[in-house]
């Protein structure tokens, strides 16, 4: 029998690094933790990123992840935004890394865990929900705020 692979999953952000982390065992797929990192919006730039490198190394040696994904940065109409958020994303990719977790594109993490590359993080939410469920439902309730 093969041993059960961890992934982490971020979503990297300047206020809020949302996290993921589920369990592949076969064709079992299992939730573990999620939550995020915050930052204060009143603090210097490097202040918030050293804020989320330092809140990526705490959940990296809690959970132990085998692979880490982190999601694609997006252009939007604001190009400091931008900037800032590939800024954040490259700490996340450097944290993970640094850690020895092997990394994959977020696209091949949500095929492999979904079964297809579009499925967003709510949608994979609900499928880590469907019977059996070995996660707590009231704390998976609290971050997506929906039943």
Not at 7 to 18: H, K, M, N, Q, S
Not at 43 to 60: E, M, V
Not at 86 to 106: D, E
Request: hydrophobic letters at 45%; aromatic letters at 4%.
């Amino acid at each position: 029998m093969t041993r059960p692979i961890r992934i982490l999953g971020i979503d990297p952000g300047l206020r809020r690094t949302g996290w993921g982390v589920v369990e592949i065992a076969g064709n079992r797929l299992a939730f573990i933790g999620c939550g995020s990192v915050t930052t204060n919006d009143r603090d210097a730039l490097a202040a918030r990123l050293l804020a989320i490198y330092d809140g990526l190394l705490l959940i990296l040696e809690q959970y132990r992840p085998d692979e880490a994904a982190v999601e694609a940065t997006f252009v939007n109409k604001d190009a400091t935004a931008t900037l800032k958020l590939g800024q954040a994303r490259g700490i996340a990719m450097v944290r993970t890394l640094s850690k020895k977790a092997s990394s994959a594109s977020a696209t091949a993490t949500k095929r492999r865990c979904a079964g297809w590359s579009a499925c967003c993080c709510r949608k994979l939410i609900r499928i880590l929900m469907m019977p059996p469920m070995h996660s707590p439902l009231p704390s998976l309730m609290r971050i997506t705020g929906r039943a």
